[in-house]
Every structure is written in structure tokens, then in C-alpha cells.
């Protein structure tokens, strides 16, 4: 029977896992593998974590990889590469402002 205990310390190490592969892609892999496919992979780890984290918890990792691997396209050799990770970083920075902003008046 799946335990509380077991799906958080399941999903903990599994989240682990799946992130330490995401940060470690090899080049050849950044080459062969579309970046949509690692953002559903991250968006899937998202819904994962839930089982044994906070919001917060999650979101924290969720996006420390996401930018982790918007860091490892930058990264690239090859300039589309680049341009999509240097895309989906100015992306999560504009969202970190207007949390910031928007937090100005609360």
C-alpha cells in the first residue's frame, strides 16, 4: 500500500535523480534533445514532488533545474541551442520581476 511516508521519500528520490540527469546532459545530448521535451519532463517532476513536498519545496527545485538547464543550453555549442537557453532564462527572469513588482503591493 502507498504510505505517505513512502510516496514523499519515493518522489524525493526520484525528483533527485531526475534532476541530477537534467543538469548533467551531455552535449551530444542538448544536440539530440528538444527542449520542449525537457520542459514536459520538468512539468511532469513538478506534479511528482507533490506527493511528498510544499509548494514551496517544489517550486524551488522545479525552477533551480529548469534554470540549471537553461544555464547547460546557453552552454552549447550549437547557436540555436544557445539562443533557446538564453530565451527560456530571460523568460524566468521576467517572471521573477513581476512576482517582485507585484509584490510591492501586497
Do not use: W
Request: proline content about 1%.
Amino acid at each position: 500500500m502507498l504510505t505517505p511516508a513512502f510516496a514523499e521519500a519515493y518522489s524525493r528520490k526520484i525528483g533527485e535523480v531526475v534532476q541530477r540527469r537534467l543538469v548533467t546532459l551531455s552535449e551530444l545530448d542538448v544536440k539530440n534533445c528538444d527542449k520542449v521535451q525537457i520542459d514536459n519532463v520538468i512539468f511532469n517532476l513538478k506534479h511528482m514532488l507533490q506527493l511528498g513536498m510544499t509548494n514551496e519545496e517544489r517550486n524551488k527545485i522545479v525552477e533551480l533545474t529548469d534554470l540549471q538547464v537553461g544555464l547547460r543550453y546557453l552552454k552549447s555549442q550549437y547557436l540555436e541551442k544557445r539562443i533557446r537557453g538564453l530565451q527560456d532564462i530571460r523568460f524566468m527572469i521576467d517572471r521573477v520581476q513581476k512576482t517582485m513588482h507585484l509584490q510591492q503591493y501586497i
